[in-house]
């Protein structure tokens, strides 16, 4: 719900970034989230995580921007981030990849240029990752 409305904000034209797509992904975002749900299996700290590491992302690199072509990207190479990052259980990029409906290869450079881009601060202090899950739940729970 919070990146569809970060999408939805988007000003165009956008500058293409590695994490634009060429045109809108056919699935929505809810319906993607969906699938990651179902086939991830990551805690639900992550979920508040890959928000944050998003977020940082743009707040970092206004060239990065939120919208229909970058959204589903940044959802999940942010959630797989996280994933590897807090959970003790991941798997490997080939997997994400195919939840996610990319290359491997491709997934694996959305992930460097994450990492770069993030400074390699993937660290989340406490009071920081309850702001974000209390905007999460808030953003949930109107929808």
Not at 104 to 112: A, D, I, Q, R, Y
Request: hydrophobic share 40%; net charge positive.
């Amino acid at each position: 719900v919070a990146l569809e409305h970060m999408a939805g904000l988007a000003v165009q034209p956008e500058k293409m970034t590695c994490f634009h797509s060429v045109r809108p992904p056919s699935v929505s975002l809810r319906d993607y989230l969906g699938r990651i749900r179902r086939l991830f299996g990551c805690s639900l700290e992550c979920y508040v995580l890959g928000l944050v590491f998003i977020d940082r992302l743009i707040k970092r690199h206004p060239s990065v921007t939120v919208s229909q072509l970058s959204c589903h990207r940044l959802l999940i190479c942010g959630m797989m981030l996280a994933a590897k990052f807090h959970d003790d259980c991941f798997y490997s990029n080939g997997f994400y990849a195919k939840v996610g409906g990319l290359r491997v290869e491709e997934l694996n450079g959305l992930e460097k240029r994450m990492v770069q881009l993030l400074d390699y601060k993937l660290l989340v202090q406490p009071d920081e990752f309850e702001l974000y899950r209390r905007i999460m739940y808030k953003a949930a729970g109107a929808s």
